[in-house]
């Protein structure tokens, strides 16, 4: 029987005794025909017999349907906007029952989709299937492998993390380099000439509307020109061998492809499964320095861009890619073999080869850098905090400016501080203008800088007190010992105990109990300096720093127990508190 | 070659073939369902549960409702927000020094918004003529109950309002939060 279908003539002479299901099953089959549409899909014979090789492009285009079903489901939720993508997306990650599962189905789904479409490619090539007549069905493949790489990369955009908006932002400025048209592609992609809603909603529209329609016309015709064409049988076979093989697609290549198809998935499920969905980091930040890599198909190109440096750079990122991609367009009609044996096509083959192992070893190569980079490693690490903090603070309710750090205290009493404290304090380890400066405060280093020059630029010089304290005069041991023992009323975990002990004998030979007290309730010229610097103090320090147990009549700070609400002011220790933990 | 008869292994590798292909959908499909189901699972839009603050007291003269909004905080999906308009209402005062009702301006029709209509004296739906009384009566016309009354109470000289939504469309008063 040939591909070209012949319509099942209407059945007239049906027995009486059929079910009512086989009635109507009849019925419709009268009417619209769907064996004729099954045969036009999945009839037809295989020529030389089934195989898993005939696979991979039924695979694919299953693929493409996982891809079709999920987004859908996706796009119920995400909500393409700058202060909108990431929170909607949170939201099917964390909020929605099995929301990780569908995104994960998705995200690994479109990784698939290329590894699967490039075996299909791969296949094809090996059995020299692209030669005549398939050479429009050769093109119409690779175009469709270029859309998918386009919905991949478009793809990557949206959830706006800092992966996907950083990649974009490195991919955006290539397109910008390219000859002529690359500034105004750049911006109809960007929706403009920086990164914003419209990139979204651009990225967006591609994405989910116009690829999928263009995609689903090239799958339409690939399909067509494959039924016109039929299978491409083993080279080694003889026609006769091809001929006395030869079984109907329907059941038995439709089998292989179905068991090939619901491995692949049951992998793609297992792998979402354990790596509990497909990554989602923290909400891009524009001002960060972020350490973009590309995803892993993109390697390649990443890696080749290291070789090309300065106005090179176009090599790496248009001309190789460029020339590449026109060498394999044009493949049908550079083969010049006699046959379709490998033997008969060492050029095509060979130049396959090289291509497919130089863009292993390039991904290999900048994988293994990465991995010995520690500057990557810590990079990595300091992501994933920032994303642990992201989705705890999200957990509370997104602001509507989508920024889920908003809802940080510390980012609250940030602005508080600049408001408030900064005119007198500094956080650079530059100098306050008429305070202490608060860098690194409390640490110990802080301390004994303190004890050595309390009048010094970075301690109370600013203030210019009169009479102030004197600077400790010991050694450096000494130094230390009472470096700790102040330490450790800070409330700090590590100390030494034995070095405090050493520091609270010296209290004494030192004059310090001469002008400060150690109890708690004593007032005297200096602070009390029992519990100073834990948050408590620092809090009475902030509310009326002119308490006799504090700085006395000695204080110039202003009084904030008046100007900011208790809240505030504990939000403001913690924050002061905290400055010691900041590097 | 598919003209010859089927035979039992045909048969067999159509029903499997059909089996992995339904195995494959539910995978895609059933998960899928699950997100368009979500909104029956799940509460999507919070309102505020506390009375918000809605008018002064004095404000709410006898005879003479006064239409006003309830401004609270909302969690929608993702999205918390501090000070948004979650609806507005008719606060109806019936006597002079008598209590303040109020009532939601949703119609319990079909949720379009009811005005006054000061020479009748009467609540009146926009879209549909159903009228009401100043104690939220239905007077006439389709819908199912009378207006839908909110709590409501006096602190100082603050009127305060449990901002809620009914379901429209029912001659029972239930809240849909």
């Not at chain 1, 198809?261 to 524009?286: M, Y």
């Not at chain 2, 549909?128 to 239905?138: A, I, K, N, P």
Request: overall charge positive; proline content about 7%.
């Amino acid at each position: 029987m040939s591909a070209g279908a012949s319509p099942s003539p209407p059945s007239s002479k049906r027995p009486a005794s059929l079910s009512a299901t086989a009635r109507l099953r009849g019925w419709l089959a009268d009417r619209v025909g769907w064996a004729d549409l099954h045969h036009a899909l999945a009839g037809g014979t295989v020529p030389g017999g089934a195989s898993l090789w005939h696979t991979l492009g039924s695979v694919a285009a299953g693929l493409f349907v996982l891809e079709a079903v999920t987004g859908i489901a996706l796009a119920t939720v995400y909500a393409p906007a700058a202060n909108t993508a990431w929170p909607s997306v949170f939201y099917i990650q964390d909020q929605m029952t099995m929301g990780w599962f569908v995104r994960g189905l998705h995200s690994f789904g479109s990784s698939a989709l290329i590894i699967v479409s490039g075996l299909h490619l791969l296949q094809v090539v090996l059995f020299g299937a692209y030669r005549r007549p398939r050479e429009v069905n050769w093109m119409v493949g690779l175009a469709m492998l270029g859309l998918v790489l386009l919905f991949a990369i478009s793809g990557y955009l949206l959830p706006w993390d800092q992966k996907g908006y950083w990649a974009k932002v490195v991919e955006a400025t290539i397109t910008g380099s390219a000859p002529v048209i690359g500034g105004a592609v750049q911006q109809v992609v960007q929706g403009g000439t920086a990164f914003g809603n419209l990139t979204l909603t651009h990225a967006y529209a591609f994405h989910a509307l116009l690829l999928p329609a263009v995609f689903t016309g090239l799958l339409a015709l690939h399909i067509y020109l494959f039924r016109r064409h039929g299978y491409t049988p083993r080279w080694s076979l003889t026609p006769e061998q091809v001929a006395a093989r030869a079984v109907p697609a329907w059941p038995d290549q439709a089998v292989h492809n179905a068991a090939v198809g619901g491995l692949v998935l049951a992998v793609l499920a297992l792998w979402t499964v354990v790596h509990h969905g497909a990554p989602l980091e923290s909400p891009a930040d524009p001002t960060s320095s972020y350490l973009a890599r590309p995803e892993w198909y993109a390697l390649p190109l990443f890696q080749l861009r290291m070789y090309f440096e300065g106005p090179l750079e176009i090599v790496a990122t248009m001309i190789i890619p460029g020339v590449a991609t026109a060498l394999v367009f044009a493949l049908p009609f550079l083969d010049g073999g006699r046959s379709r044996r490998p033997g008969s096509r060492p050029g095509v083959l060979g130049a396959v080869v090289v291509g497919v192992v130089a863009l292993g070893a390039l991904s290999a190569i900048s994988l293994a850098k990465d991995a010995r980079d520690p500057a990557f490693a810590k990079a990595r690490a300091e992501e994933k905090l920032r994303t642990e903090s992201a989705f705890a603070l999200a957990r509370k309710g997104i602001p509507a400016s989508g920024d889920p750090f908003e809802n940080d205290p510390m980012r609250r009493s940030r602005a508080v501080w600049d408001e408030r404290c900064a005119g007198c304090h500094s956080l650079t380890g530059t100098g306050g203008d008429k305070g202490p400066d608060l860098k690194d405060y409390n640490s110990r280093a802080w301390i004994r800088g303190f004890l050595m020059e309390p009048d010094g630029p970075l301690h109370m010089g600013p203030a210019k007190l009169d009479k102030g304290m004197r600077a400790v005069d010991g050694t450096s041991d000494e130094l230390d010992a009472l470096t700790e023992y102040i330490y450790a009323e800070t409330g700090a975990a590590d100390v030494d105990q034995a070095r405090v002990g050493r520091g609270r004998d010296l209290l004494s030979p030192k004059d310090c109990d001469t002008c400060h007290d150690f109890d708690g309730d004593g007032e005297n010229d200096g602070p009390n300096l029992k519990g100073r610097g834990t948050q408590k103090w620092i809090a009475a320090v902030i509310a009326d720093a002119g308490h006799g147990l504090l700085f006395g009549d000695r204080n110039k700070m202003p009084k904030f127990a008046s100007k900011l609400t208790p809240a505030d002011i504990a939000d403001m220790a913690s924050f002061v508190y905290a400055l010691r933990a900041q590097k | 070659m598919a003209a010859e008869p089927p035979n039992a292994r045909r048969a067999f590798l159509s029903v499997l073939a059909q089996a992995l292909g339904a195995f494959a959908a539910a995978l895609a499909v059933i998960p899928g369902l699950g997100f368009l189901a979500h909104p029956l699972r799940k509460q999507t839009i919070h309102g505020s549960d506390s009375p918000l603050r809605v008018a002064n007291e004095r404000d709410v003269k006898p005879g003479r409702p006064v239409r006003v909004t309830a401004v609270g905080p909302r969690q929608d999906a993702w999205m918390r927000l501090d000070k948004v308009t979650l609806g507005s209402l008719w606060l109806v005062r019936a006597s002079e020094n008598g209590p303040i009702k109020s009532f939601s301006t949703v119609c319990p029709h079909l949720g379009c918004g009811i005005d006054f209509d000061d020479k009748r004296g009467k609540f009146e739906c926009t879209c549909h003529d159903s009228t009401f009384d100043l104690d939220g009566r239905c007077l006439g016309g389709p819908s199912p109950r009378g207006l839908d009354e909110l709590e409501t109470r006096i602190e100082g000289r603050d009127v305060l309002v449990r901002y809620r939504r009914f379901r429209v469309g029912s001659a029972k008063r239930e809240p849909i939060g």
